[in-house]
């Protein structure tokens, strides 16, 4: 599977091109900054970094050393006193710009965090 990311071509008729990436997300993503705090499950490698937007399902986060696709890792966000930890996948990366991931498991009382955050992203 390639990291590159297929817009649709609205200038051709015809059948879309393959599927990528952002056609994908289930959920509608938002700019957010949050501090990122990662754990690479696999290896232990520890990074940080900030998030740009943020999902009921996923973030991407700034960081100059993202872990590989496909990575499995303990992430914590955290934003004005309030945290969100949970487990995810690295889905997409990009050198040294930074990694999108899709959450996997959500504590409980990161949910409550993660949706008032996002609310307040729609009221905006």
Same mark, same amino acid.
């Given at each position: 599977?390639?990291? &590159?990311?297929?817009? !649709?071509?609205? *200038?051709?008729?015809? @059948?879309?091109?393959? =599927?990528?990436?952002?056609?994908?997300?289930?959920?509608?993503?938002?700019?957010?900054?949050?501090? &990122?705090?990662?754990? !690479?499950?696999? *290896?232990?490698?520890? @990074?940080?970094?900030? =998030?740009?937007?943020?999902?009921?399902?996923?973030?991407?986060i700034c960081t100059s050393k993202p872990f590989p696709l496909k990575s499995r890792v303990r992430v914590t966000l955290s934003r004005k006193g309030q945290a969100v930890r949970?487990?995810?996948?690295?889905?997409?990366?990009?050198?040294?710009?930074?990694?999108?991931?899709?959450?996997?498991?959500?504590?409980?009382?990161?949910?409550?965090?993660?949706?008032?955050?996002?609310?307040?992203?729609?009221?905006?």
């Open positions: 599977m390639s990291n &590159v990311i297929v817009m !649709d071509n609205r *200038t051709t008729k015809g @059948a879309a091109p393959k =599927t990528g990436v952002r056609d994908r997300r289930y959920a509608i993503r938002y700019p957010f900054a949050a501090d &990122v705090e990662l754990i !690479d499950l696999e *290896t232990g490698t520890q @990074a940080t970094g900030v =998030t740009s937007d943020i999902s009921l399902g996923g973030c991407f949970g487990l995810a996948v690295v889905r997409i990366v990009k050198p040294r710009i930074g990694m999108g991931i899709e959450f996997i498991d959500i504590e409980s009382a990161g949910h409550d965090v993660l949706s008032k955050w996002i609310d307040q992203m729609r009221e905006r």
